[in-house]
């Protein structure tokens, strides 16, 4: 997508890898490392540098392959937090 593109210019300077979220729905984010804690209101995703946390509605996750997550359910929020010092195993 040419809308990646632009905002990844310098991926080195990018808060995460790439997400999409579906409001009211759920989301896709490529680049994960690994899945932190998870239950139907909060799931934790570590990417290399950073990990957000997605809140919702009945989450669940969908398909986790090869760095790719699908999360379903109803997203209410994402924010960035600061990873674990174990850096999400």
């Known amino acids: 997508m040419r ?7 310098n991926p080195t300077e990018s ?3 790439r997400c999409v979220v579906v409001p ?15 239950s139907a209101e909060k799931i934790v995703v570590y990417f290399p540098k950073q990990a957000v946390e997605v809140e919702g509605v009945n ?10 997550l699908q999360i ?7 924010r960035v937090v600061s990873p674990t010092a174990d850096g999400g195993k």
């Open 72 to 78: 379903g359910g109803r997203v209410t929020g994402v």
């Open 24 to 38: 009211g729905g759920g989301g896709y984010f490529e680049g994960v490392k690994s899945v932190g804690d998870f």
């Open 3 to 9: 809308i990646y593109d632009e905002v990844f210019k």
């Open 15 to 17: 808060a995460c890898a």
């Open 59 to 68: 989450l669940a996750i969908k398909k986790y392959y090869d760095g790719d």
